[in-house]
């Protein structure tokens, strides 16, 4: 019954919200969806955006540059693969799909929100051997305060 709850609340949010993979507009919309699918700070984008204030070298920009080089596609091949499953739970939703089929489509967005929170976590140890303590401390502050 519990799993059957948390899925009309999903469905219910996502049909009200009408989060679409093909309205995905520029970089500033993919990080509100990003957000939305997965509430794990973005350390690249922090560090980015404030480089100067957190004293980023250029050795240390080219390694977070790196990072996200090889990860970022990864990255946004599974938020819209969030989206789009979530578009079509609310979909199944409405055309009377079984209880069952529904919540094996539930279970692979949860799969692939488990594997974002999986990467971002790994994202963020790579950022705490790349800055050091005093800016590791800045950032921490910094996306806390957000």
């Known amino acids: 019954m519990k799993k059957i709850t948390v899925l009309l609340l999903v469905v219910l949010l996502f049909t009200v919200s009408g989060v679409t993979a093909e309205n995905m507009g520029g970089k500033g919309q993919f990080m509100k969806y990003m957000a939305h699918v997965n509430p794990v700070p973005n350390y690249v984008a922090f560090i980015r955006k ?44 409405l055309d009377g ?14 799969k692939t929100r ?26 921490t502050t910094m996306v806390a305060a957000k």
């Open 97 to 110: 799909v079984s209880a069952d089929e529904i919540n094996s489509m539930a279970e692979a967005v949860q």
């Open 114 to 139: 488990l594997q974002i929170v999986a990467g971002k976590t790994r994202c963020r140890d790579r950022m705490m051997e790349i800055l050091d303590d005093a800016q590791w401390s800045q950032l």
């Open 50 to 93: 404030n480089s100067q204030q957190l004293k980023i070298s250029d050795a240390q920009m080219a390694q977070v540059m790196e990072w996200n080089k090889q990860n970022r596609s990864k990255m946004h091949e599974m938020v819209i693969s969030v989206i789009e499953g979530e578009k079509k739970l609310a979909q199944a939703s």
